[in-house]
């Protein structure tokens, strides 16, 4: 059985234009959901051998970075994707608003730090994209400033890469309406209220400068080595199916292999 | 069905003096593997449960360290029993030796900057206790020095409880010869050569010094604040299962609430 899932299809080609309203919030292709499971377990089982064989070979690693409206599913999406990994060779970072010290540096300092080392995943729940995404919708830098950062975060990535860390981008796309729902959710389960905050709607209020805001980042940082994929994130089990297909693939392509020992295994001998 | 099994038999009491060659390194009471696994997988479920409540509680952190000698399961034991959480909400660091910086500063300078913050769940692979173990082992300070970092070690993690960090700390005890067994198996296999350093033998020369080592750890820093749990090892369904039941109980003990929301959730309309 053949998976009928083209990873490249929710791949921003570099220079495209995005328009988000073109692109689908809810998948609605051949997949059922029976068969992503089945599919989703298989890729998942394979990412975990990649994730060891890179880890063994300790020459480069990956990073990872989500996106998305609030309430689209990042923490879910990390969750389901990220933690069948091995914990010891995962780090995952979740960037708040930045505190005075952070401030006091360039917007890139602080993301920096949490670049993942030779051998590790590291995953970026929101990242240096919010000071193109919330820094701009809310004025909080000057234009002059947010609009030469879409170039230093393109360079930065370049140099990660060129220095082995490969990069894979995701925007969990959804509709206004989907939030809404998932919203009045976390309002009607006391389980959920901790994950609620007022301050959010002021956030939702300002949709469409935020799409705007996105489709910007989207389309001027989609590169060949840091693509940007825009995921339709209303299935679930499409959102995680693709996110895992895109991350066991780019591990694949590396060809990786176990080092060689540097001694001869048959010559030791163990008292 | 009760499981029988009482966490506290594995519990080194605060001023005990250890053993280790009285202690079992496998384990061989009533449980069988097949109850293990349930119970195992109870347990894991809950544990999992209370990682959710602990981070939306945003009150304190659990600080787990595993010491043991080379090849007992450290890492095998970090994926089974941390490898089910939330990895948004973990941090396992894995210390090597300290590079020069690091040896510029007191030996707890590096150990400090990754104790977990609120809310998460920190995990040592080999930990402060190093500084106790080869560091003493191999005369890498002289004895004046290492004397007193028994007491040091006691004090920080006396502060660190007060400030809401909890600690449990699991040694991984195992016979010399299933460490043999452990070490051939990677000699055999290929794809786990990358595990095995022929340095490794000079510390398996040193078993005798290791244990006294680890003895004079465990008797002098058990305390009732960061007990240590000496582990059978052999059977890793049983390490597993009493690690993780450690675990659980842990977090159980502390009686964690989700937060009460500081809004009105009724009140809230969503536009």
């Known amino acids: 059985m053949t998976l ?19 692109l689908p919030t809810r998948y609605d292709g051949p997949i059922d959901k029976q068969e992503a499971r089945q599919a989703f377990e298989q890729l998942r089982d394979r990412l975990v ?6 880890y063994a070979e300790h020459k480069r690693s990956l990073l990872v970075v989500f996106q998305a409206m609030d309430a689209a599913g990042k923490d879910s999406t990390v969750r389901h994707v990220i933690g069948p990994l091995n914990p010891a060779g995962v780090r ?11 401030l006091g540096h360039d917007f890139l300092w602080r993301i920096h730090e949490h670049t993942p080392r030779r051998g590790y995943i590291g995953v970026f729940n929101r990242s240096h994209y919010e000071d193109v995404l919330i820094v701009r919708v809310k004025d909080l830098v000057p234009e002059k400033v947010w609009r030469k950062r879409y170039e230093h975060i393109n360079a930065f990535e370049k140099m990660l890469t060129d ?11 959804i509709s206004k309406d989907y939030q809404k729902e998932r919203l009045q959710r976390r309002l ?4 959920k209220h901790w994950k609620f905050e007022p301050a959010d709607l002021k956030e939702r209020a300002r ?16 590169t060949k080595h840091a693509p940007w994929y825009v995921v339709p994130a209303e299935r679930r089990w499409f959102r995680d199916l693709l996110v895992m297909k895109v991350l066991a693939g780019k591990l694949e392509s590396l060809n990786m292999d176990y080092p060689r020992a540097t001694f001869d295994p048959t010559s030791i001998v163990i008292e």
């Open 49 to 54: 051998e990649l994730q060891e064989l890179m």
């Open 4 to 22: 009928k899932l083209d990873t490249d299809d929710y791949r921003i080609a570099p220079g495209a234009k995005v328009d988000l309203d073109r």
């Open 163 to 173: 220095e082995n860390t490969h990069i894979l981008k995701f925007y969990l796309h």
């Open 188 to 191: 009607d389960r006391p389980d």
């Open 92 to 102: 995952v970072t979740s960037f708040k608003a930045p505190n005075s010290v952070e």
């Open 207 to 222: 949709w469409g400068a935020y799409r705007e805001a996105f489709e910007d980042a989207l389309s001027r940082c989609s």
